[in-house]
């Protein structure tokens, strides 16, 4: 029987795996206002969301989710717990 992955957030599932890659929204920690942002762009538990990259010098990452491209900070993307796929 194979054990699930590990949540992590989703800033260090990035750094661990190369783009493209995704992941499934597993739930949020972190600063309650940054959470409420990121539920209020459409970022909700469940959702499979997928890394492209990051701008030079720790700059926004880039996600696809559904036909959408998004550009999350680093502290963003650590609010993010998510299981790989």
Same mark, same amino acid.
Do not use: D, K, W, Y
């Given at each position: ?8 957030? /989703? /800033?260090?599932?990035? !750094?661990?795996? #190369?783009? =493209?890659? #995704? #992941?499934?929204?597993?739930?949020? *920690?972190? *600063? =309650?206002?940054?959470? &409420?942002? %990121?539920?209020?762009?459409? @970022?909700?538990?469940?959702? &499979?969301?997928?890394? %492209? $990259?990051? #701008? ?5 990452? @880039?996600? !696809?989710? $559904?036909?959408?491209?998004?550009? /999350? ?6 609010? @993010?717990?998510?299981?790989? %796929?």
């Amino acid at each position: 029987m194979a054990s699930s992955p590990t949540p992590l957030n /989703l /800033l260090e599932f990035c !750094r661990s795996h #190369a783009a =493209p890659s #995704a #992941a499934q929204i597993h739930g949020f *920690e972190g *600063e =309650p206002s940054v959470v &409420q942002r %990121l539920q209020e762009i459409g @970022l909700h538990h469940g959702i &499979q969301i997928g890394f %492209l $990259g990051q #701008a030079p010098f720790h700059g926004p990452m @880039l996600f !696809r989710i $559904g036909p959408t491209v998004v550009a /999350l900070r680093e502290e963003e993307a650590g609010c @993010l717990i998510v299981n790989p %796929l």
